[in-house]
């Protein structure tokens, strides 16, 4: 059997409630040590039964608070842009009038110490390829499920690309960090190589690199910012190149590329509404996805759905878009009186009124 498994059902038919179950169960029969949950927009994350009642083992990742950060906020973004949050949480976290009360620092630290079930948008394996190497290693989780709501975070490119100048700066860097000399000599000699590297080089199976610790990385940033505004840190790049397929990688004028998917869990469930096995299988790079009920269908001849698939209609965003929205139902409804037809409005209870209301208007 394979460790991903694709429930591939129509829109409206219950996945969210269904996720929702399935962690309710996992919570009173655990079979894992930890549920990683990954759901495409943020809004849908609010919508999770843990979520709206938060536990003690539960934790939601959140995007970096903007508004507290005031006047450090710009300088929080150019070190985003040049990949150096290490450097940034170390510097600009110290002089916050937040600091000691905020969570972002430690949210992929000590935060997550103890955490059961970890929910976060998609984005998490976009930024990340290790995302849940990362879970397990700071939960020290032996076994964890990975639960992807959606499969829109497939239709990524996984290409990376390793500028040649960036490595040069990142290769100076290096050289003046306070890194420990064995570490900083294989660094130094691994990247130098690779800067010169060919594609049959490239697709050897001697590249590896070891493993820098939170305070060289700190280091690394610091002098590369120093020495030029223009460094960016690719270090992480530096490590997901050394774990990528070796038939993805090649040299051209541009750089170095390579393809590396996200790394999944000891077992992945994929909820989607129309993603095909094979084209998972492909991108995922795996030989086989389980697909239960690849043939079933829910429909009824005298029905007709419609999907009104784009962001006004999330529940966030409903009161805002309330009123295009509602006016395209009411011309279905309209349709229906005058063809003697009875209608079904089905909403969220918190919007139930709203929508009354304004059809009723």
Not at 259 to 287: C, H
Request: glycine letters at 6%; a positive charge.
């Amino acid at each position: 059997r394979s460790p991903v498994v694709l429930l591939n059902v129509p829109v409206g038919v219950g996945k969210s409630r269904l996720l929702d179950d399935v962690l309710d169960e996992l919570r009173v029969n655990p079979r894992f040590d930890v549920v990683i949950v990954l759901v495409e927009l943020t809004s849908s994350l609010l919508e999770r039964r843990l979520i709206q009642n938060l536990p003690g083992d539960v934790r939601r990742l959140k995007p970096r608070p903007r508004e507290d950060c005031g006047p450090l906020d710009p300088l929080w973004r150019g070190f985003e842009k040049s990949s150096c949050t290490a450097f940034a949480k170390q510097q600009l976290c110290k002089g916050c009038r937040h600091s000691g009360n905020c969570f972002w620092p430690s949210q992929y630290g000590k935060g997550l110490k103890g955490a059961t079930v970890v929910f976060g948008t998609h984005a998490q394996l976009r930024v990340n390829p290790f995302f849940v190497q990362h879970i397990r290693m700071v939960t020290d989780a032996e076994s964890i499920l990975l639960i992807v709501d959606e499969a829109g975070f497939l239709q990524t490119s996984y290409r990376e690309i390793l500028d040649r100048l960036k490595l040069s700066r990142f290769i100076t860097a290096l050289r003046q960090a306070n890194v420990r000399e064995d570490v900083r000599e294989q660094w130094l000699y691994q990247t130098t190589l690779l800067t010169q590297a060919s594609t049959n080089d490239l697709q050897r199976t001697d590249w590896k690199l070891p493993n820098l610790s939170p305070d060289e990385i700190v280091s690394v940033q610091e002098a590369g910012i120093s020495a030029d505004p223009r460094f960016e840190w690719v270090g992480h790049k530096l490590q997901a190149f050394h774990r990528s397929k070796l038939d993805r990688r090649w040299s051209d004028d541009r750089g170095i590329h390579y393809v590396i998917p996200p790394y999944l869990a000891d077992r992945t469930l994929i909820l989607s509404a129309g993603m095909e096995g094979k084209y998972v299988e492909r991108q995922l790079g795996i030989d086989r996805v389980d697909n239960p009920i690849p043939r079933a269908r829910i429909h009824h001849k005298g029905t007709r759905f419609y999907n009104l698939c784009f962001l006004h209609g999330a529940a966030s965003r409903f009161p805002g878009n309330r009123q295009q929205i509602l006016d395209a139902f009411a011309q279905l409804i309209l349709r229906n009186i005058e063809r003697n037809r009875r209608t079904l409005l089905v909403s969220r209870k918190h919007l139930k009124q709203s929508c009354i209301t304004y059809l009723t208007k």
